[in-house]
């Protein structure tokens, strides 16, 4: 299958600072990639997506960042609040099939 | 709209029995898919369809069987349930039209086999 990697696996970080995720893919051809969060026990939901002719798109206090030439792309998340604290998976693809990563543990500590 | 709804949201099988897991959607989207997640093992896919009457194997097929006989369902058959299905099961669906690939995802079915 498609290989994806995420790093790091787990990240803890101080309320209001900063998180940022990466995300390595493996099929130059994907053109769609977005980023899912999951909380406890509930269904992923997308936050961000971004695709292959835009380098940067920016939501508020998210924010995912694509880099083609080194096949990786990034979720930024600024001003972290508690309620930010899930699962984060990354995924890649397109034409309707996606590549998950196996996820990123994300803390914000009050 | 409901979105993408699943039944049962809990199940305990026995070794050997069978059973099948619903999905339903109604935002008339061509693209519906299932997942299985494990610990530690990200969301893995196993049947897709694109359409009424199409479907195809994902990476993790072994043991599951689909069809899809209308746009809104997309039914998930275990034929003998083993202790290696269990697992959390997610449907998902999006539109097919080249540029929409957001998927949306039911609130998933927890399956236990002992």
């Known amino acids: 299958g498609e290989n994806v990697e995420q790093h790091p696996s787990t990240l803890s970080v101080q309320e209001g600072d900063s998180a940022v995720i990466k995300c390595t893919y493996s099929?130059?051809?994907?053109?769609?990639f977005p980023w899912y969060k999951q909380e406890l026990g509930k269904r992923p939901q997308l936050i961000i997506d971004?695709?292959?002719?835009?380098g940067e798109k920016k939501d508020q206090r998210i924010a995912v960042t694509l880099n083609k030439t080194a096949k990786h792309f990034s979720l930024h998340i600024t001003e972290t609040q508690p309620e930010d604290s899930a699962v984060y998976f990354c995924?890649?693809?397109?034409?309707?099939?996606?590549?998950f990563g196996k996820g990123n543990q994300v803390v914000v500590i009050p | 709209n409901a979105g993408v709804t699943q039944t049962p949201k809990f199940q305990v099988l026995k070794t050997g029995q069978s059973m099948t897991l619903q999905c339903a959607q109604d935002?008339?989207?061509?693209?519906m898919s299932w997942y299985r997640q494990d610990p530690g093992m990200g969301l893995r896919l196993i049947h897709y369809?694109?359409?009424?009457?199409?479907?195809d194997q994902g990476e993790v097929p072994n043991g599951y069987n689909v069809s899809r006989s209308t746009t809104e369902d997309f039914p998930l058959r275990l034929l003998s349930a083993a202790p290696s299905q269990t697992s959390v099961y997610f449907c998902?669906?999006?539109?097919?039209?080249?540029?929409?690939?957001?998927?949306?995802f039911g609130p998933g079915t927890r399956l236990t086999v002992l």
């Open positions: 369809s694109v359409g009424a009457g199409i479907t």
């Open positions: 935002m008339n989207h061509e693209y």
């Open positions: 099929d130059s051809a994907s053109n769609y």
């Open positions: 998902a669906s999006s539109y097919v039209d080249g540029y929409t690939d957001t998927q949306y």
């Open positions: 971004i695709r292959s002719n835009v």
């Open positions: 995924a890649f693809g397109g034409n309707n099939r996606l590549a």
